[in-house]
């Protein structure tokens, strides 16, 4: 017997995957409530037994997605005890996440300014736990002697912009394939945060209240309307 609810999560989780397609092929502007019912099967006036309002659903398909990419990132940590062993799960985790979940990818990074400013703090915490992340290997990394950076937080943001740029101009199969750019993105995180290079360097962090590197504030410079091909003209503040 169907447990209660269980059609409802199924149809959300069809429109969710509905939607995901939809904003990355028409950007979140131009895709309409109207499409996603139709492309699920469902009339307009039933989709809201799913979703509140466009805004809602953007909002919960964004955090549902970066819930998601952090748990899996947690496990792929767990377990790893030296700071290299985790930056190079960390490395693989993102970039094959962005070869596996191109849409998703590109959608976080594109439309979040499309949220409201409420909407927005939750998303910008969300991202913000990424860099946290990524700080808390590279201080591991300066204490043992492996890493060599002048300032955890902007060494961060620096990974995670690495990181964070095949989603906007990798398309799978097209230049590299996967190991191939997994290798070549290692070797110049590992180069830039200076994995050989001796003595250590005195470490700083900045002010807490430096932004995540994923998003950007709904206020800031207005973007290019999003779109499959191609990519901003300029980035998001990545997660």
Not at 14 to 22: D, E
Not at 58 to 83: P, Y
Request: net charge neutral.
């Amino acid at each position: 017997m169907r447990q209660r609810g269980s059609h409802r999560a199924g149809t959300f989780s069809a429109i969710k995957a509905a939607g995901i397609r939809l904003i990355y092929e028409h950007g979140y502007e131009a895709m309409t409530l109207r499409m996603l019912a139709r492309s699920v099967g469902l009339e307009s006036g039933s989709l809201y037994y799913h979703i509140k309002d466009k805004q809602d659903f953007l909002f919960r398909l964004l955090k549902e997605i970066i819930e998601a990419n952090i748990a899996e990132l947690d496990q792929r940590l767990a377990g790893l005890e030296d700071a290299e062993s985790q930056m190079r799960a960390l490395i693989c985790f993102f970039v094959t996440n962005q070869w596996e979940k191109k849409e998703e990818s590109y959608i976080i990074i594109s439309e979040v300014r499309s949220l409201s400013a409420e909407n927005y703090s939750v998303i910008d915490a969300l991202s913000s736990d990424f860099r946290r992340r990524i700080e808390e290997i590279l201080r591991k990394g300066v204490n043992e002697g492996k890493f060599q950076v002048r300032n955890l937080t902007v060494a961060a943001l620096a990974v995670g912009d690495i990181l964070s740029g095949p989603a906007r101009w990798y398309y799978p199969r097209k230049l590299l394939l996967l190991d191939e750019l997994i290798e070549i993105i290692t070797e110049m995180i590992f180069q830039l945060l200076g994995a050989n290079r001796t003595p250590k360097a005195q470490v700083h962090s900045l002010a807490p209240d430096v932004k995540s590197m994923d998003v950007a504030h709904p206020d800031a410079e207005s973007h290019p309307e999003s779109r499959p091909v191609g990519c901003p003209s300029r980035r998001p503040s990545i997660r």
